[in-house]
Each structure stands twice: as structure tokens, then as C-alpha cells.
């Protein structure tokens, strides 16, 4: 079935460890988000890709990286300079670039430092 | 800036009973869709229903109907019959055109038995 999967599921950070969550996508689509999720909260816009090789920051960037050097790839990487990165994250990729199409989500990663 | 506005937190609603969460969003796009997302507890984001804005007709899937004020930028969702398996976060969102998806900040809704 196509879809989008996301892992690990759970994840521990020791302070100062980057770690990177991982995002495959089958659904052939070109876009991708990133999203962050604190508890309660709604989704905060990580970064974002339209196509590959090719991201943008979006509101929350600071402490983030991202790749897209494959179309069904789209890793984040939560580095060291983000100093509160205990949250739910989640990937996502639009059906199109219309602004009717649906988007479609992963299940989440949980990220926890310890 | 998009801008999509959910000001209610917190609603709640009996079994079987009738329960409206409220939308508002902001945009410059002559034509855009706007759509609800549901969340339960396990996380996974489930779309609800999508509205075109050209359409006077409002969306309608099975329990679940938008009420859409395209002057007033208003696009609440109606549950009937609500059941408990409704109980969720429940976000509603704006593609902002060629760029990204704009959430609200969710309302968590608790169905009463």
C-alpha cells in the first residue's frame, strides 16, 4: 500500500546528541513537510520541500536540518542548538501542488530527551 | 500571511447528541480549499471533510458537515449523532498556496456516554 513512513517511532536524545528521524514516502509526491506537535498544541511548520534537492525553512527552523536528495526522502535532523526538541513529529506530503489536494500524514516519530 | 484561527480549546458533547467547532482563517487566494483534520489519541492525522471555497454548497460526509461563510472566512464542522469513537483533536486547515498546510490550533473534543 502507498503511504508514508516514518521512524523510529520512539525516539531518546541524550542533550548535545543530534538524531535524525527518518521519512519515506511511496506515494510519487513531490512536496513534503515537516511538522512539529507539542502536546495540546496544533502543527508548527519545521521545513518543507516543493521538489528534490530543493527545502525551505519554515516557522520553527532554528535547530533543524533537512536533505531531499532522493523524491521519497525527506530526513530531519534534530541537531544539538535545539534546546527543547521533546515533542511529537510528524511528515507529510500533499497528493499536488493544487490547492485543493489532500495531505497526507505519517504516523509520527516521538522524540524524547532524556 | 495564511491564518486559520480555532477558538475553542475544549468542547465536549453527549453520545448521540449534535456538536459545532468553530473556524476562521484569513487569506489573500481567490480560490482555496479548506479542510478538518482529525487526531485521535493515536496520533494519526485523518482527513474529515474538505470544502472547495468556489462551491456555495456546503461539504456534507456521512455525520460530518461544514457550515462555510466564505464572506465572514468562517468554516465551522458539524458532528451528528456523535459517537464515541468522535472523541479526538480536531484541526482545521489552509494550503497556503504553492508553499505549505496552515493549521488551527485545535479543539480537543470529549464525547460524553
Known amino acids: 500500500d502507498g503511504g508514508i513512513t516514518q521512524s523510529p517511532k520512539y525516539l531518546f536524545r541524550k542533550e548535545g546528541q543530534n538524531v535524525t528521524l527518518s521519512c519515506e514516502q511511496n506515494l510519487n509526491h513531490d512536496a513534503m513537510y515537516w511538522y512539529r506537535q507539542d502536546p495540546g498544541q496544533g502543527l508548527r511548520l519545521i521545513y518543507y520541500s516543493q521538489i528534490v534537492n530543493d527545502f525551505q525553512k519554515g516557522d520553527i527552523a532554528e535547530g533543524y536540518s533537512v536533505s531531499r536528495e532522493k523524491k521519497e526522502s525527506f530526513p530531519l535532523t534534530v541537531t544539538s542548538a535545539q534546546k527543547n526538541p521533546t515533542a511529537f513529529y510528524l511528515c507529510?506530503?500533499?497528493?499536488?501542488?493544487?490547492?485543493?489536494?489532500?495531505?497526507?500524514f505519517g504516523e509520527g516519530s516521538w522524540l524524547t530527551v532524556v | 500571511a495564511q491564518t486559520v484561527t480555532q477558538s475553542q480549546p475544549e468542547m465536549s458533547v453527549q453520545e448521540a447528541e449534535t456538536v459545532t467547532l468553530s473556524c476562521t482563517y484569513d487569506?489573500?487566494?481567490?480560490?482555496?480549499?479548506l479542510f478538518w483534520y482529525k487526531q485521535p489519541p493515536s496520533r494519526q492525522m485523518i482527513l474529515v471533510i474538505r470544502q472547495e471555497a468556489y462551491k456555495q454548497q456546503n461539504a456534507t460526509e456521512n455525520r460530518f458537515s461544514v457550515n462555510f461563510q466564505k464572506a465572514a472566512k468562517s468554516f465551522s464542522l458539524k458532528i451528528s449523532d456523535s459517537q464515541l469513537g468522535d472523541a479526538a483533536m480536531y484541526f482545521c486547515?489552509?494550503?497556503?498556496?504553492?508553499?505549505?498546510?496552515?493549521f488551527g490550533p485545535g479543539t480537543r473534543l470529549s464525547v460524553l456516554p
Open positions: 507529510a506530503s500533499p497528493l499536488g501542488q493544487g490547492p485543493g489536494n489532500t495531505i497526507y
Open positions: 486547515a489552509s494550503p497556503n498556496y504553492g508553499q505549505n498546510f496552515v
Open positions: 487569506t489573500s487566494e481567490s480560490d482555496y480549499y
